[in-house]
Each structure stands twice: as C-alpha cells, then as structure tokens.
C-alpha cells in the first residue's frame, strides 16, 4: 500500500519540510521556511556551503539511505546566525522530504520573523515550548528584581549599622573598620587620631533635657564634619563623644590649627546664660610617637591625651607625648 500526499497537506503538517530531488531542486516547500526564505527554487539558494562540492555531497547523502546521514545543521543563507537542525527521509529514488527545526533558537527565530501559532502545526509544541521560555525568563526577571531589592536592602542595614541615627556620623562600629585600614596605610598616607569630648554636657542634660543635648550633639557633628578636609573621617562613638581621622603629611602642624579652629567653633554655640557655653577636650595621638605596631595603643594615648587636656581645664587640646598644654 502507497501514500500519497499533496504539497499543500504537507506544508501544513510540516510546515519546515522540504522535498528535493538528487539535483537540489526543490519541489515543496513548508509555509514557515517560505516565510523565511522567500521564493527559491534550489537548496544551494536557500542553505550556506562552501562550494559546490559541498552542495552535491550533501544530496547524495540525503538520498544514500546511510542512517547516519540523516541528521544535520544547515545554516540560512543570509542568516547565517540561525542554525537549522534537520532529519532527512528518502521517499524514492527522485524525492527526499528534509524537515527542519530551530532547537534552542526558538524564540529568537520567532521574534526575528514575526512567527505566530497559526504558522506552526497545530501539533507541534514549539508555542508551548516557546510559553515555557517566556515564562521562565518572566520568573528570571522577577528573581533578579528580587535580588537587586534584597541587595539593596543589605546595603542599606550595612549603611544604617556604622551609622549613627541621631548624628548621621559613622559610629564604632564604622569607626573600628575605617581606623583598621588608616593604620595599615599609616604609612603612605599619614593620619592624626583626635578624641574629643565636650565638657561638663551632662549638666546640659541634667537642666535642659535630653533633647537640648541631642540639639548640641548634632550642632557638634555639623561643626566637625565642616572643619575637616575631604577625605578626613568622623565618628560619634558615645554620648558626646566624638573621634576624628585626619590625613595630613605634617600631622603636628596641621592638628593644631585643626584642633583649636574646632574648640571656637563649639565654644560659639549659644547655650541659656545659666550654662555659660559649651566647650571641648581634644587628646590627640599620631602614629610618629608610637613605638611598635599595635593600633589599640594610638587609641589609648589619644585617651590619655583627652583626660590630660581636661586636667588643665576646659577647651583644651593635647597631642600625646607633649608636656605642655597646647
């Protein structure tokens, strides 16, 4: 018993076949592939070979009935970035029916030429293959919004966990991270370490409120972060207390300036005439006078420093080492 099938049926059921003759001539062609190729006759017209050695070894393999040859790539001439996958079948000795496929090209071969469900058979899953693809790069883009708001978020618990919320200064912990790497860069970028504290602010507190003080405490910050240069760092890492990394080639010289410009600043400050005015203690350590390599002993002789400077009384600055009040 035969078959016997027309072009027109065959296009619709395959609409990516082709049936050639051992010349090359094509005498039917899929709806799809018409759609792509346009109106061409011969399959070296509508595939990329090398030459026309190539062309004949091709048909011939086609039509040898050699299972091996079956399977094959064909690229589009003038397409050449869209591969095709195709199997090949001999009928008889005069008509191979090749049928093609795009594989993972898919959907830029749909988008590219404009395909649609009614160009594909009614059986092929090619659409729902196709479905599949758009949904999972719809769950792909939702993954990846998702991540970049997690992200987000992350850095924004980092940001809000060195800062502080009154001030809006690195706190300790901010502090701890940006002291670490000034010390192990002392070297090529000198720094002075200053530790200040205002004086008697819990008098402050004590008869103005909690919120006069917090008042004064970000008036300070605004004070210290205006004084210091670019680059400069600093940090509330207690009541009212504040320290300050400033980079300078000539830390002695430079600190002092620094130093007394911020003690007149603060000083300013207006406070009810029961309290007079308010007033900083700065101690000041330099990695120059430190013997060795411990970052914590810079930290506890700008301590020292603090407690000596308000020895001597109020709105005073000492730099470590130094037997006079500056």
């Given at each position: 018993?035969?078959?016997?099938i027309?072009?027109?049926?065959?296009?619709?059921?395959?609409?990516?076949?082709?049936?050639?003759?051992?010349?090359?001539?094509?005498?039917?062609?899929?709806?799809?592939?018409?759609k792509?190729?346009?109106?061409?006759?011969?399959?070296?017209?509508?595939?990329?070979?090398?030459?026309?050695?190539?062309?004949?070894?091709?048909?011939?393999?086609?039509?040898?009935?050699?299972?091996?040859?079956?399977?094959?790539?064909?690229?589009?001439?003038?397409?050449?970035?869209?591969?095709?996958?195709?199997?090949?079948?001999?009928?008889?000795?005069?008509?191979?029916?090749?049928?093609?496929?795009?594989?993972?090209?898919?959907?830029?071969?749909?988008?590219?030429?404009?395909?649609?469900?009614?160009?594909?058979?009614?059986?092929?899953?090619?659409?729902?293959?196709?479905?599949?693809?758009?949904?999972?790069?719809?769950?792909?883009?939702?993954?990846?919004?998702?991540?970049?708001?997690?992200?987000?978020?992350?850095?924004?618990?980092?940001?809000?966990?060195?800062?502080?919320?009154?001030?809006?200064?690195?706190?300790?912990?901010?502090?701890?991270?940006?002291?670490?790497?000034?010390?192990?860069?002392?070297?090529?970028?000198?720094?002075?370490?200053?530790?200040?504290?205002?004086?008697?602010f819990?008098?402050?507190?004590?008869?103005?409120?909690?919120?006069?003080?917090?008042?004064?405490?970000?008036?300070v910050?605004?004070?210290?972060?205006?004084?210091?240069?670019?680059?400069?760092?600093?940090?509330?890492?207690?009541?009212?207390?504040?320290?300050?990394?400033?980079?300078?080639?000539?830390?002695?010289?430079e600190?002092?300036?620094?130093?007394?410009?911020?003690?007149?600043?603060?000083?300013?400050?207006?406070?009810?005439s029961?309290l007079?005015?308010?007033?900083?203690?700065?101690g000041i350590?330099?990695?120059?006078?430190?013997?060795?390599?411990?970052?914590?002993?810079?930290?506890?002789?700008?301590?020292?420093?603090?407690?000596?400077?308000?020895?001597?009384g109020?709105?005073?600055?000492?730099?470590?080492?130094?037997?006079?009040?500056?």
């Amino acid at each position: 018993m035969s078959l016997k099938i027309n072009s027109g049926d065959l296009g619709k059921l395959m609409p990516m076949h082709l049936a050639v003759d051992p010349e090359g001539r094509v005498y039917s062609c899929g709806k799809i592939l018409a759609k792509i190729l346009g109106n061409v006759s011969k399959i070296d017209e509508m595939f990329l070979f090398q030459d026309e050695s190539c062309v004949k070894y091709f048909l011939s393999q086609i039509f040898s009935g050699n299972p091996s040859a079956e399977r094959f790539l064909l690229r589009i001439n003038g397409d050449p970035a869209l591969p095709l996958r195709g199997q090949s079948i001999k009928i008889s000795q005069n008509i191979s029916i090749i049928n093609l496929g795009f594989g993972v090209h898919l959907s830029s071969a749909v988008q590219e030429y404009n395909l649609t469900s009614t160009d594909f058979s009614p059986s092929d899953l090619a659409m729902e293959f196709l479905f599949l693809h758009e949904a999972n790069l719809a769950v792909l883009s939702e993954l990846a919004r998702a991540n970049t708001y997690l992200e987000a978020a992350r850095n924004q618990a980092q940001i809000l966990s060195i800062t502080d919320p009154l001030t809006g200064l690195l706190n300790r912990r901010g502090f701890d991270s940006e002291f670490s790497a000034a010390f192990e860069r002392r070297k090529i970028h000198p720094f002075a370490l200053l530790h200040l504290d205002l004086d008697s602010f819990k008098e402050v507190n004590d008869l103005l409120g909690h919120s006069a003080g917090d008042r004064i405490l970000i008036e300070v910050s605004t004070i210290l972060t205006e004084e210091v240069r670019a680059g400069d760092k600093v940090f509330r890492v207690g009541g009212d207390e504040f320290l300050l990394l400033i980079f300078t080639p000539e830390p002695h010289s430079e600190i002092q300036k620094i130093s007394k410009r911020i003690i007149t600043k603060i000083e300013a400050i207006k406070l009810p005439s029961i309290l007079g005015k308010v007033s900083a203690s700065i101690g000041i350590a330099i990695p120059d006078d430190l013997q060795g390599n411990c970052r914590e002993k810079l930290l506890e002789f700008s301590d020292k420093a603090l407690y000596k400077a308000k020895s001597y009384g109020q709105g005073k600055f000492i730099i470590w080492k130094e037997a006079v009040v500056l």
